[in-house]
Nanobody, 123 residues
Framework: QVQVVESGGGLVQAGGSLRLSCAASGRTFSRYAMGWFRQAPGKEREFVSAISRSGTYYADSVKGRFTISRDNAKNTVYLQMNSLKPEDTAIYYC??????????????????WGQGTQVTVSS
């Protein structure tokens, strides 16, 4: 069982930056693939970014602006978000699953989810 807790959301102006953090419980964090997803009002939850043994992955909408990274010593994954746009406004969720060394970019692939952190980008 893994518990994940997101932090770092907030209100930022367009063009600004935020760094989200996701702290995970457990002693086997390195065995897990980690993903970031987001859900805007009235929309389905969508993939943002993921990190696994096979590499890092990004949605086209955030490629070049967002960077995912992890610190296994701290059981934490980060999402650095630069050049934020109003359309990035959403609740951002962190998720975890056992890493099988392949891209994990679908919501249904993940077993453990955090409660989410709100990101609001004003124009």
């Amino acid at each position: 069982q893994v518990q994940v807790v997101e932090s770092g959301g907030g209100l930022v102006q367009a063009g600004g930056s935020l760094r989200l953090s996701c702290a995970a419980s457990g002693r086997t964090f390195s065995r897990y693939a980690m993903g970031w997803f987001r859900q805007a009002p009235g929309k389905e939850r969508e993939f943002v970014s993921a990190i696994s043994r096979s590499g890092t992955y990004y949605a086209d909408s955030v490629k070049g602006r967002f960077t995912i990274s992890r610190d296994n010593a701290k059981n934490t994954v980060y999402l650095q978000m630069n050049s934020l746009k109003p359309e990035d406004t959403a609740i951002y969720y962190c998720a975890a699953r056992i890493d099988y060394g392949v891209p994990h970019t679908r919501t249904y692939e993940y077993d453990y989810w955090g409660q989410g952190t709100q990101v609001t980008v004003s124009s």
